[in-house]
T-cell receptor, first 112, second 115 residues
């Protein structure tokens, strides 16, 4: 059974800093891994999708990497802004049954 | 804009009173998912559809049922809600199954309260 762990559970950093969020998963038989953003009381928005054959994806100030063999992914946020405050969740999609399994997320707070 | 729409945004029901949550999509996606998310927890998959092919998770209680009458609509029925069913219910879609580059699109969720 796929287990997804995100570290840290919560993070507060001053505006302007670069930061890294970590995700680990136990089963490497995945199609892809997505990083999502969730604002309080809202649904999830897909930020980046990395296919299993890829090593990284970039979108603006966001860069996600994937090391499938070691079961790890990171989300790098450059020059953080208060608007980046949200919960970030990672979710690998399994090969065998298409299920998308979520971690609990990292609650990020950017201090103005 | 094409989107995933969940109604209602907030739903209050009484203990044991059946409730239905709805999800519609204008994306014409084949796959639809229902997730349950409790406070500070990971979204938990309840079931999903490939077109009309229904896939139930082994640990989804029998109390939870789903219907997908057509491509655009999907419903979550909770037959006898208990206090432990209070949660955010999230509907999501993806265009195709069994491919590596399809993103998941979520609705805004329905926050269910059980009194």
């Amino acid at each position: 059974k796929q287990e997804v762990t995100q570290i840290p559970a919560a993070l507060s950093v001053p505006e302007g800093e670069n930061l890294v969020l970590n995700c680990s998963f136990t089963d490497s038989a995945i199609y892809n891994l997505q990083w999502f953003r969730q604002d309080p009381g809202k649904g999830l928005t897909s930020l980046l999708l990395i296919q299993s054959s890829q090593r990284e994806q970039t979108s603006g100030r966001l860069n996600a990497s994937l090391d499938k063999s070691s079961g790890r992914s990171t989300l790098y946020i450059a020059a953080s802004q208060p608007g980046d405050s949200a919960t970030y969740l990672c979710a690998p999609q399994m090969n065998r049954d298409d299920k998308i399994i979520f971690g609990k997320g990292t609650r990020l707070h950017i201090l103005p | 804009d094409a989107m995933v729409i969940q109604n209602p945004r907030y739903q209050v029901t009484q203990f044991g009173k059946p409730v239905t949550l709805s999800c519609s999509q204008t994306l014409n996606h084949n796959v639809m998912y229902w997730y349950q998310q409790k406070s500070s927890q990971a979204p938990k998959l309840l079931f999903h559809y490939y077109d009309k092919d229904f896939n139930n998770e082994a640990d989804t209680p029998d109390n939870f049922q789903s219907r997908r009458p057509n491509t655009s609509f999907c419903f979550l029925d909770i037959r006898s809600p208990g206090l432990g069913d209070a949660a955010m219910y999230l509907c999501a879609t993806s265009r195709r199954a069994r491919v590596s580059n399809e993103k998941l699109f979520f609705g805004s969720g329905t926050q269910l309260s059980v009194l």
